[in-house]
């Protein structure tokens, strides 16, 4: 089918490369024309595994443009997969989709499919409809479907390629026939629903998530009180299949381009509506302080951080992405700074995007071991494998003073025993805790 997908973002663009692996004749189009630059020159924009490979491979199906009449002319189906950035109160800025909406109503001149992917609140595609019938320049329909994406960064290929679910919305059959044609060789359980309904399981589902997310690190904050182990308990949740295994990882809280913004946007509709989401609210609240839980760990250690060298490991808010959106680093590296400290980083792939977001001096080094040599204290921010596979002892060896403030339980308790390094990490307790505590 002759596809066009709006945005070269996560989105846009793993949607466009596995459209086009199998089989559609997909354009992408943008209005960034260095980003269209790079991608007609085989290059990704994102750093995303799997992705430059999907795309060499699929290049006769692939055309990149700035052009949006060519590409929205003859399209079958059009998706729209631009961003939805968080406003200043919280809700989401649609000025993208409505400026996509736009271009479409003004240039479609056959019958075709607007497929709303981008994450866009409940009721947002009705309105999208009125708008484009409203501006419409030619006599064709314009159908408007909602499907939303689930993939995560990092795995984005193939969470797409693979499925959990495809969720289609719509108000009539036709366009629900034709998204079934688009996806028929994906293997994935494919629910066809109320337009509302397929915004909201967006919606509902990274809610829920980020809530998990939430929930476990208040768990884990008391398992520190009471002298519990958040892994152990965990672990022994997740053999209940209601609980589920997955999105139990204790840590600093969760950041990305997704669940704040999402959490935010979904609480914002309630209260706009005169309602009142009070467990997504305690999520968000939850959420910001857990970000701070080093800070605090570290005044048990130092009573200021004047001249103190801080190796700080992992910068992105997760692994496998080189994306820095809300990560907990953003707040905590400033903060340190701020008191004095001297911070050195270390991160495999975000250190660029870091630099552009945070001008304060800093060191970045090439290893672990450059990072935390010599350091007073080391914190985790990021769970890299780097880090995970990383021998403890050299902790000890290099650091002057071996502290480790792990903020993503990259290590077993057990590999700290027999050692001169105080391990302190989320919901459990902290080994050799007070081998180096400043009275
Ligand atoms: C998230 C969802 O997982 C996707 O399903 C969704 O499609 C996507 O948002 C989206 O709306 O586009 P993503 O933000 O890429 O994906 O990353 P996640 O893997 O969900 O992680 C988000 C944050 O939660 C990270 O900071 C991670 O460290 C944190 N997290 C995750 C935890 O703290 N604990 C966990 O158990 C899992």
Not at 172 to 198: C, G, I, M, N, T
Not at 277 to 289: H, M, S, Y
Not at 334 to 343: C, H, N, S, T, Y
């Amino acid at each position: 089918m002759k596809i066009t997908v709006a945005g070269t973002g996560y989105v846009g663009l793993v949607t466009g490369a596995c459209l086009a692996s199998k089989g559609h004749q997909v354009t992408c189009v943008d209005v960034d024309e260095e980003k269209i630059k790079l991608l007609n020159q085989g290059k990704s924009p994102i750093y995303e595994p799997e992705l430059s490979e999907l795309m060499e491979q699929n290049r006769h199906n692939l055309r990149f443009t700035t052009d949006y009449v060519s590409a929205y002319r003859d399209a079958e189906v059009i998706f729209i997969g631009v961003g939805t950035p968080e406003k200043y109160d919280g809700s989401a800025n649609l000025s993208y989709v409505y400026g996509v909406a736009k271009q479409i109503a003004q240039t479609a001149e056959r019958d075709c499919v607007v497929v709303v992917k981008s994450t866009v609140p409940i009721g947002t595609n009705d309105k999208i409809e009125s708008y484009i019938h409203d501006k419409q320049a030619h006599n064709v329909k314009i159908y408007i479907a909602s499907n939303p994406e689930f993939l995560s960064q990092g795995t984005a290929v193939r969470d797409t390629l693979h499925a959990s679910r495809i969720v289609i919305g719509v108000t009539d059959s036709y366009p629900a026939e034709v998204l079934q044609k688009v996806y028929e060789k994906f293997e994935a359980p494919k629910l066809v629903v109320e337009r509302r309904s397929a915004e909201m399981i967006k919606y509902a589902s990274n809610d829920f998530l980020a809530l998990k997310i939430s929930y476990v690190n208040e768990i884990a904050n008391l398992c520190e009180i009471v002298g519990a182990d958040i892994e152990e308990v965990t672990e022994g949740m997740g053999f209940d299949q209601r609980i589920g295994n997955q999105f139990l990882k204790a840590g600093i809280g969760y950041g990305g381009s997704c669940f704040p913004k999402d959490t935010k946007a979904l609480n914002w509709l309630a209260n706009f509506n005169d309602n009142e989401i009070r467990t997504i609210k305690a999520a968000i609240e939850v959420n910001e302080n857990q970000k701070f839980k080093l800070v605090k760990k570290a005044k048990k250690y130092y009573n200021d951080f004047l001249f103190l060298n801080i190796a700080v490991l992992g910068c992105t808010f997760k692994p496998g992405t080189d994306d820095l959106r809300e990560a907990p680093s953003l707040v905590n590296v400033p903060l340190f700074i701020e008191d004095g400290a001297k911070v050195r980083v270390w991160d495999p792939v975000g250190v660029e995007n870091f630099k552009k977001r945070i001008p304060e001096k800093i060191e970045y080094c090439g290893s672990i071991e450059e990072a935390i040599a010599g350091a007073d204290l080391c914190l985790i921010l990021t769970e890299w494998d780097e880090v995970k596979n990383f021998e403890v002892k050299k902790f000890e060896k290099l650091m002057k003073c071996p502290i480790i403030l792990d903020g993503r339980n990259c290590y077993r308790l057990e590999q700290f025993e027999n050692t001169r390094i105080t391990y302190d990490s989320i919901g459990r307790k902290t080994v050799n805790a007070d081998l180096y505590t400043e009275k």
